[in-house]
């Protein structure tokens, strides 16, 4: 099992950029893949990106594939997520999640797939 946390969000200008980061407790954090989410106000839990267990593959959502970067620390427990060029439609609490199975490639954006949340962050990008 496995607990998450996530850190560095808060408020910032379009166009700025920030990191999230979430670290993990428990054990055996580099067999976990591991993805981001996000939830805007009144809108469904939506996938932002997610990494392999190995940090290999990665994987994004169209509308920020370009601007963010997925990545992991497997010797610090912690996975990251690099966010630049952001918009006022990025402003959604986000949270990192983590599972373990043989499917990851088929369901890695499937928020339903991950067994282990984070309690989110916070991100506001004003105009």
């Known amino acids: 099992q496995v607990q998450l946390g996530e850190s560095g969000g808060g408020l910032v200008q379009a166009g700025g950029s920030m990191r999230l980061s979430c670290a993990a407790s428990?054990?055996?954090?580099?067999?976990?893949?591991m993805g981001w989410f996000r939830q805007a106000p009144g809108k469904e839990r939506e996938f932002v990106a997610a990494i392999s267990r190995s940090g290999d593959f990665t994987y994004y959502a169209d509308s920020v594939k370009g601007r963010f970067t997925i990545s992991r620390d497997n010797a610090k427990n912690t996975v990251f997520l690099q966010m630049n060029s952001l918009k006022p439609e990025d402003t959604a609490v986000y949270y990192c999640?983590?599972?373990?199975?043989?499917?990851?490639?088929?369901?890695?954006?499937?928020?339903?797939?991950?067994?282990?949340w984070g309690q989110g962050t916070q991100v506001t990008v004003s105009s």
């Open positions: 428990g054990r055996a954090f580099s067999s976990y893949d």
């Open positions: 999640a983590g599972v373990l199975t043989l499917l990851f490639s088929r369901t890695y954006s499937n928020a339903n797939a991950y067994n282990y």
